[in-house]
């Protein structure tokens, strides 16, 4: 990755990985979410209407536990990118997109998240289509604040559902000159396939991440490492240091 080289426009896609380190379990490692679960029994439409208790308890756990934990020097790393780049780079921007349903992000100083497979902290209203900022459990089936029907379920994006604010992305994508993966399995679609669409429009692509990914074959760079180390590292080099 040329260090000199002037980007203008950054497209930052995150995964479970980024968070690991503010012990947040990531999905698919040893001891991983769906380790403990399987997935189409508690991350997908079939799997709640089948056994909506077992469903709302899993994201109920989780949705307790992000309150708990703490942004790593990787978001603030992340926060701090966001707000130097247009000094740096006038007219740049950093568009951020995560896969994560956690709020440490915004905690670590970044504005305008694309969460592109909902949040921990919103729950959706599947009688009246309305959205809520929720910290409290789902399993005891509270009223919507809006209809006051017992109809709320995670705001988050399951196996065979849309993710959100797709034609958002894909616009971003297509003014980037610099990509970057962080803390990612490349397992899931559409996001794995972001890193493709990039390439095509001749974006720079830079992966960060503990191991080795699905898609790493797709990136002009891998740096590997813990998020809360090659990120900050990374984020100097691009300010200047
Ligand atoms: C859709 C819910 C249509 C929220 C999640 C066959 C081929 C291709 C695609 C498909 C297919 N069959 C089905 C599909 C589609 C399917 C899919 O991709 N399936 C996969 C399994 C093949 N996708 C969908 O259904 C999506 N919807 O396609 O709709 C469409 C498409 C486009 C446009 C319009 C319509 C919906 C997918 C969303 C599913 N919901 N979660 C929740 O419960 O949290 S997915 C789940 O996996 C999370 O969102 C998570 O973010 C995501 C990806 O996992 P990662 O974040 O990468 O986490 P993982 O544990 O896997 O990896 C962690 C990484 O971090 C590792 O690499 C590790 O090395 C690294 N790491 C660990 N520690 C550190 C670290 N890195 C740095 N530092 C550390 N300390």
Redesign the pocket.
């Known amino acids: 990755m040329a260090a000199m080289q002037t980007y203008r426009n950054i497209v930052i896609l995150t995964?479970?990985?980024?968070s690991?380190?503010s012990g947040i379990d990531?999905?698919?490692?040893a001891g991983?979410?769906w380790e403990q679960h399987r997935?189409e029994d508690?991350?997908t439409p079939e799997g709640f209407a089948r056994d909506p208790d077992l469903v709302l308890r899993f994201?109920d756990m989780?949705r307790a536990a992000i309150q708990t934990k703490a942004p790593n020097a990787?978001h603030v790393a992340l926060g701090r990118l966001e707000r130097e780049w247009p000094k740096r780079v006038p007219g740049g921007t950093v568009t951020l997109v995560t896969?994560?349903?956690d709020d440490l992000h915004e905690r670590g100083g970044s504005l305008g998240v694309i969460h592109m497979?909902?949040e921990h902290l919103t729950v959706w209203c599947t009688a009246c289509d309305t959205r809520h900022r929720w910290t409290g459990p789902l399993a005891d089936r509270p009223p919507c604040p809006e209809c006051a029907v017992p109809a709320l379920r995670p705001d988050?994006?399951?196996?065979?559902?849309?993710?959100y604010r797709?034609e958002e992305i894909f616009a971003a994508l297509s003014e980037a000159d610099l990509f970057v993966s962080?803390?990612?399995?490349?397992?899931?679609?559409?996001?794995?396939g972001f890193v493709r669409t990039a390439r095509e429009i001749g974006a720079q692509a830079l992966e960060?991440?503990?191991?080795r990914?699905q898609g790493s074959q797709w990136f002009h760079e891998t740096r590997l490492?813990?998020?809360?180390e090659?990120v900050p590292a990374w984020v100097e080099e691009l300010l200047g240091g």
């Open positions: 995964g479970a990985g980024v690991a380190e990531t999905f698919r490692s991983g979410l997935v508690v991350a994201y989780r990787a896969q994560n349903v497979h909902g988050v994006v399951w196996f065979g559902e849309v993710p797709m962080i803390g990612t399995s490349g397992a899931v679609y559409p996001a794995a960060l991440n503990l191991e990914s490492g813990p998020a809360s090659i």
